[in-house]
């Protein structure tokens, strides 16, 4: 660790550090602690505690910090040190280009699941205009991350979401409401669906799927969330068990339904959804070329 890293990280703080130094301090230090992207976790770190947008640090690269500014920001990266996520630390997280809250409630929304909202895009394009009146139930929706997103490209659609933890639904409810989307969005306690009584257009749901026994193995910053939104059971198949009998009740004749998977569970998964009379269809990748989100439809029966 360099000089100037080691004295940000002292306590107490020097003073007379600049924005400019406070960066490259910082993205040594998480360069050195093998963090995956030292430079935009520095400056979204900086510009956090000292509530700058990207902009301001440049502008301000050579401002100094004065000693409680220094402190707050070595608390900061103490905790991205120990491994703890950007998200967390900043309490929000992008998704589908929207400004999300988390807490410690939720799980932190990530790139893959984007997936989830792009094959259900492209399952209501198939099947009509996006223009027209939609209902969507989103079920374990954690932040509400994905009924959300579906909401604000489909204009005319309501949505639930649902959740065993009140505390998400909280945190839910209140992302809705900051992005003018409360109106078309309810959110209840439940075990997935089955508090709802069905006749929804859409369904999605990211639900969890690491195996028991492999919580542990996972990487330091997924461990960060919450238990019951990563612990699939034994096999990482019990949610989808779950889904795969209420969703026949829940669709409608010619509804969609959508899930995001595991790495290397689309044969299982679709198995499942086939014994409950569902009809899967092959697995849309996310960009990293993995089988993430998986479609399918109540299967109909010959005449």
Not at 36 to 60: I, N, V
Request: with cysteine; glycine share 10%; hydrophobic share 50%.
């Amino acid at each position: 660790m360099s000089p100037v890293a080691q004295t940000l990280l002292a306590a107490p703080l020097a003073q007379g550090i600049t924005i400019a130094q406070v960066r490259r301090a910082l993205a040594d230090a998480f360069r050195q602690a093998g963090l995956d992207s030292p430079e935009l976790d520095a400056r979204l770190l900086a510009g956090h505690a000292l509530a700058l947008d990207h902009a301001g640090l440049a502008a301000e690269s050579t401002r100094r910090l004065d000693a409680s500014a220094a402190r707050a920001l070595a608390a900061l990266a103490t905790r991205r040190l120990r491994r703890e996520p950007i998200a967390r630390i900043l309490g929000t997280k992008e998704f589908w280009g929207l400004a999300l809250r988390i807490t410690a409630a939720t799980l932190v929304p990530r790139p893959e699941t984007e997936t989830v909202v792009e094959a259900a895009l492209a399952a209501i394009d198939n099947s009509g205009p996006r223009m027209r009146v939609l209902r969507i139930a989103d079920l374990g929706t954690g932040s509400g991350a994905l009924l959300i997103a579906l909401l604000s490209e489909l204009p005319n659609a309501s949505g639930i979401g649902t959740d065993v933890s009140r505390e998400a639904l909280s945190v839910a409810r209140g992302n809705a409401a900051r992005l003018g989307l409360g109106p078309r969005a309810q959110f209840t306690a439940s075990n997935f669906g089955a508090a709802l009584a069905g006749d929804y257009d859409l369904v999605v749901s990211n639900p969890p799927y690491i195996a028991s026994g492999d919580i542990g193995s996972l990487a330091p910053e997924v461990r960060h969330d919450p238990r019951h939104a990563l612990d699939g059971g034994a096999d990482g198949l019990a949610c989808y068990r779950i889904i795969a009998g209420q969703a026949p009740r829940l669709l409608k004749p010619a509804g969609d339904l959508v899930v995001e998977l595991g790495v290397g569970q689309e044969a299982a998964v679709a198995a499942l959804f086939r014994s409950a009379g569902l009809a899967p269809s092959p697995a849309r990748a996310d960009l990293a070329g993995i089988p993430r989100a998986l479609h399918a439809r109540v299967a109909t029966k010959p005449p």
